[in-house]
């Protein structure tokens, strides 16, 4: 079917720059996907250590600490689907780079630390220009249409070249797959080119320096107890999660479940769940919100205890899609929630500290994912990440806000399109940004 027919019952596909967003919603993510799988296997090829794969994980996150703000700031001066092109490119020549060593060589730990520190920057602008750029491409009112249509592709790219990816590292290795992902995001920098999109508005008067916009962020972030404690609660929950299934569950992939190919498949269901998550989201509204999030934070410790018991892949798989599923749904409950209660002139830098206090303890998670599976055993680390996950959850729950407050309780923000019952859906962000581009 066209995208003429198409359009006709999603009118957002009519136009021209979103279908050149859309297209590369599909190849970037479905790019990210090859990475995915080619860095953990690399690295488990080469060393063998899982502490070395911690500080190679580590150092993919850790520029999100930084750049994740300075690519705000950027996006709100220059165009962001130029910034997007920069960070595509940095992931290009990160991966691109190793995957060339790890095809005619042994790379250094040193060197796969520098490429992959090359690839989180990257990765750390992308997230605020992607949030920027969809609202300078389609109407207010098509905005809910466009960021759902958006996450389905982007959903859909990664569910498919993780599971390529599995394929192509157990029959050729993960240098190519490195490779793949640096052509499919370089192929990128076509699409971005030819969308014209809007500039970003003129602003009556000076411009605030970038330490008082952001203070003024943070007066706002820190205003809300929900916010604040949610904000927390994730961030332990990310650092708990990427230790135990995104360092240690390749591992536990290798040595039990079938190596690169399962530990693609689980990535794959994962981003299925994904898929159906934003499916079912459309109809599903909780009541309380908050309490659905924080719950959702307490059942992201399915992932370590289905690897710690080493469950049948089939098993580990359904209980990725499970997962992916609520995920989804709680990133929707949780855009919204943000768009009805925050100022909309003030969204956007508190949407950054939202993703910045969530990431900020992830490195931390992937140094000491290694070194302790190498005391306790890797089941054992899983084993305490996955009561870490629940903990967190529980203490979540003491502030009144978080079980109490109601949907209708967060009136729409002054001047924000929810107020006329357009929720702009952030594009790509959620508390747990990183289940998305983690690598």
Same mark, same amino acid.
């Given at each position: 079917?066209?995208?003429?027919?198409?359009?006709?019952?999603?009118?957002?596909?009519?136009?021209?720059?979103?279908?050149?967003?859309?297209?590369?919603?599909?190849?970037?993510?479905?790019?990210?996907?090859?990475?995915?799988?080619?860095?953990?296997?690399?690295?488990?090829?080469?060393?063998?250590?899982?502490?070395?794969?911690s500080y190679v994980l580590a150092a993919q996150i850790a520029p999100m600490l930084v750049f994740s703000l300075v690519g705000g700031v950027a996006a709100d001066r220059f165009r962001p689907q130029r910034v997007i092109i920069a960070a595509n490119l940095a992931m290009a020549a990160g991966e691109g780079t190793f995957g060339l060593l790890v095809l005619t060589g042994r790379p250094p730990?040193?060197?796969?630390?520098?490429?992959?520190?090359?690839?989180?920057?990257?990765?750390?602008?992308?997230?605020?220009?992607?949030?920027?750029?969809?609202?300078q491409l389609v109407p207010g009112e098509l905005l809910q249409e466009a960021s759902s249509l958006s996450r389905l592709a982007m959903n859909s790219g990664q569910m498919t070249g993780a599971a390529a990816a599995g394929l192509l590292v157990a029959a050729a290795g993960p240098g190519w797959a490195l490779m793949l992902c640096a052509i499919g995001m370089s192929g990128t920098v076509p699409l971005l080119l030819t969308i014209k999109g809007t500039k970003p508005a003129e602003r009556a008067g000076s411009e605030p320096g970038m330490v008082t916009a952001l203070r003024e962020?943070?007066?706002?972030?820190?205003?809300?107890?929900?916010?604040?404690?949610?904000?927390?609660?994730y961030c332990l929950v990310m650092m708990a999660w990427c230790a135990a299934f995104q360092v240690l569950g390749p591992v536990v992939a290798k040595a039990h479940l079938g190596g690169p190919a399962a530990w693609g498949v689980i990535t794959a269901a994962d981003s299925f769940g994904l898929i159906v998550g934003g499916l079912v989201s459309l109809r599903f509204t909780p009541r309380r919100p908050m309490l659905f999030v924080a719950v959702t934070g307490a059942a992201v410790a399915i992932s370590p205890l289905s690897l710690a018991l080493v469950l049948p892949l089939a098993a580990v798989c359904l209980s990725s899609f499970c997962l992916g599923v609520l995920?989804?749904?709680?990133?929707?409950?949780?855009?919204?929630?943000?768009?009805?209660?925050?100022?909309? /002139?003030?969204?956007?830098?508190? $949407?950054?500290?939202? =993703?910045?206090?969530?990431?900020?303890?992830?490195?931390? +998670?992937? &140094?000491?994912?290694?070194?302790?599976?190498?005391?306790?055993?890797?089941?054992?680390?899983?084993?305490?990440?996955?009561a870490v996950i629940v903990a967190v959850s529980a203490l979540c729950l003491i502030p009144r /806000?978080?079980?109490?407050?109601? $949907?209708?309780?967060? =009136?729409?923000?002054?001047?924000?399109?929810?107020?006329? +019952?357009? &929720?702009?859906?952030?594009?790509?962000?959620?508390?747990?940004?990183?289940?998305?581009?983690?690598?």
């Amino acid at each position: 079917m066209s995208w003429r027919a198409q359009a006709r019952r999603f009118p957002v596909l009519a136009i021209r720059d979103f279908r050149l967003l859309l297209a590369d919603r599909l190849i970037a993510p479905a790019s990210a996907g090859f990475s995915m799988v080619g860095v953990s296997f690399a690295v488990l090829n080469i060393t063998g250590s899982t502490a070395d794969l911690s500080y190679v994980l580590a150092a993919q996150i850790a520029p999100m600490l930084v750049f994740s703000l300075v690519g705000g700031v950027a996006a709100d001066r220059f165009r962001p689907q130029r910034v997007i092109i920069a960070a595509n490119l940095a992931m290009a020549a990160g991966e691109g780079t190793f995957g060339l060593l790890v095809l005619t060589g042994r790379p250094p730990l040193w060197a796969m630390i520098a490429l992959e520190a090359l690839t989180g920057t990257g990765m750390a602008m992308f997230y605020p220009a992607s949030q920027a750029l969809l609202p300078q491409l389609v109407p207010g009112e098509l905005l809910q249409e466009a960021s759902s249509l958006s996450r389905l592709a982007m959903n859909s790219g990664q569910m498919t070249g993780a599971a390529a990816a599995g394929l192509l590292v157990a029959a050729a290795g993960p240098g190519w797959a490195l490779m793949l992902c640096a052509i499919g995001m370089s192929g990128t920098v076509p699409l971005l080119l030819t969308i014209k999109g809007t500039k970003p508005a003129e602003r009556a008067g000076s411009e605030p320096g970038m330490v008082t916009a952001l203070r003024e962020g943070w007066t706002e972030f820190r205003s809300h107890t929900w916010l604040w404690v949610t904000v927390i609660q994730y961030c332990l929950v990310m650092m708990a999660w990427c230790a135990a299934f995104q360092v240690l569950g390749p591992v536990v992939a290798k040595a039990h479940l079938g190596g690169p190919a399962a530990w693609g498949v689980i990535t794959a269901a994962d981003s299925f769940g994904l898929i159906v998550g934003g499916l079912v989201s459309l109809r599903f509204t909780p009541r309380r919100p908050m309490l659905f999030v924080a719950v959702t934070g307490a059942a992201v410790a399915i992932s370590p205890l289905s690897l710690a018991l080493v469950l049948p892949l089939a098993a580990v798989c359904l209980s990725s899609f499970c997962l992916g599923v609520l995920v989804e749904m709680m990133m929707v409950v949780w855009t919204v929630t943000m768009a009805r209660a925050i100022a909309p /002139d003030r969204l956007a830098r508190v $949407s950054s500290y939202d =993703a910045l206090g969530s990431m900020m303890a992830m490195p931390a +998670g992937a &140094l000491i994912a290694g070194p302790v599976a190498a005391a306790i055993g890797v089941p054992a680390a899983q084993f305490a990440a996955a009561a870490v996950i629940v903990a967190v959850s529980a203490l979540c729950l003491i502030p009144r /806000d978080i079980r109490t407050i109601t $949907s209708d309780q967060l =009136a729409p923000a002054q001047g924000a399109q929810g107020a006329q +019952g357009v &929720l702009p859906v952030a594009e790509g962000q959620r508390p747990a940004t990183a289940f998305d581009y983690a690598g």
